[in-house]
């Protein structure tokens, strides 16, 4: 396999299509030999840009031409679905979708089903959680490195927290190495932190914003009970951190949308010590965790092995997200994983599910991207 280029297709190739283009045709053992984009100027400019001929505005004449090994499905969020089914159908090995895989879970489920029945890997896309730097110090956890873990913490869960708030649970999980077994929260809209409102008008717009089936400004605090035991705290806005959390005895572990930082022992005034985390060279760092993802994915094709972000790790990210509007909804309740009711279902901001072409722009709130 050394020698082998892997033949990639893009199918979406609006702004994250062409971050995935960039790198694929970096690296020495990947070509793009086809592009899908539904909009003819950029599937052009796409086709210029990165030297490919093959170029279709629909994925099913894609696929009806050319079967590529790996596909990079980088649409808006509503037609992964379609896009994955019908790639896995065809025969493609590897295919990558990104954040959220949906909004629904029998759609995950089937999605999941359905490559796993045709043989067919189903990755996810461009997660921290395939950053090597969260790879390696998750290793270092699961070795004892730093002890054993104590305790772990999520900050900044809001504004959308099956979109951009895939990130803390992916990151959590992987660090944590724990399944979420139950959920306790309680809601609220991020527009109650940000403005001051009569008692009865803010338990109405709380309320509202759980009931909605769009994930728009929701702001979660409450617990993660972890499959391991370890008990999770969730904050819905900013504390002295804005990501995930990890301790020990005597050693913190603090993502926050970059390498990890590593504080071990204590001054003499009781405050964490910062000490140099050592992280291990790469290559292709300029491309940050989409070369965790794509390198990752790469491997598992060739070997067999699990790429860093799965098709499962985006349905764990997107249950825990609705069962936590559920645990709101019904009071504090606490909600056991994996839920019963697969038709459960959360839509993420408009720009993510119909994609920018129809919705606009993004929009970000306290950094969740």
Excluded at 85 to 100: E, L, N, Y
Excluded at 102 to 116: F, G, N, P, Q, Y
Aim: glycine share 10%; net charge negative; proline share 4%.
């Amino acid at each position: 396999m050394a020698n082998k280029r892997h033949r990639v297709a893009i199918i979406g190739c609006g702004r994250l299509g062409q971050y995935y283009a960039e790198a694929y045709t970096t690296y020495p053992d990947t070509e793009i030999v086809a592009i899908a984009e539904h909009n003819p100027e950029r599937r052009e400019q796409a086709g210029t840009k990165f030297g490919v001929s093959k170029l279709y505005a629909k994925s099913e004449d894609l696929l009806n031409d050319i079967v590529p090994d790996i596909a990079a499905i980088v649409t808006p969020s509503k037609h992964y679905k379609e896009a994955v089914i019908a790639c896995a159908k065809a025969g493609v090995k590897a295919i990558s979708t990104d954040k959220p895989i949906a909004a629904k879970l029998s759609d995950v489920d089937e999605m999941i089903d359905i490559c796993h029945s045709r043989g067919s890997i189903l990755a996810g896309g461009i997660l921290h959680r395939a950053m090597n730097e969260n790879q390696e110090v998750a290793d270092r956890l699961k070795s004892g490195m730093y002890g054993e873990i104590k305790g772990a913490s999520v900050h900044a869960w809001g504004g959308e927290i099956s979109g951009g708030g895939c990130q803390h649970i992916s990151v959590l999980r992987l660090l944590v190495d724990s399944e979420i077994a139950e959920v306790t929260t309680w809601g609220t809209h991020l527009d109650l932190f940000q403005q001051e409102v009569e008692k009865d008008e803010a338990i109405s717009i709380a309320k509202n914003a759980m009931l909605k089936k769009e994930d728009i400004g929701i702001a979660i605090n409450g617990s993660f009970k972890m499959e391991n035991g370890i008990l999770t705290n969730v904050y819905g806005v900013p504390t002295p951190s804005n990501g995930v959390d990890v301790w020990t005895d005597n050693s913190l572990v603090r993502w926050e949308w970059a390498p990890p930082q590593i504080f071990n022992g204590f001054d003499n005034k009781g405050n964490r010590i910062e000490i140099d985390p050592k992280y291990s060279p790469y290559k292709w760092s300029e491309f940050g965790y989409r070369t965790g993802s794509i390198r990752s994915l790469i491997k598992a094709l060739e070997t067999g092995s699990d790429p860093w972000i799965t098709g499962h790790d985006l349905r764990q990210a997107l249950e825990a997200a609705i069962a936590s509007r559920l645990s709101s909804q019904l009071g504090n309740v606490p909600v056991k994983l994996p839920l019963k009711d697969r038709t459960l279902s959360l839509y993420p901001r408009p720009y993510r599910w119909e994609g920018g072409d129809v919705a606009g722009g993004y929009r970000s709130d306290f950094g969740i991207v």
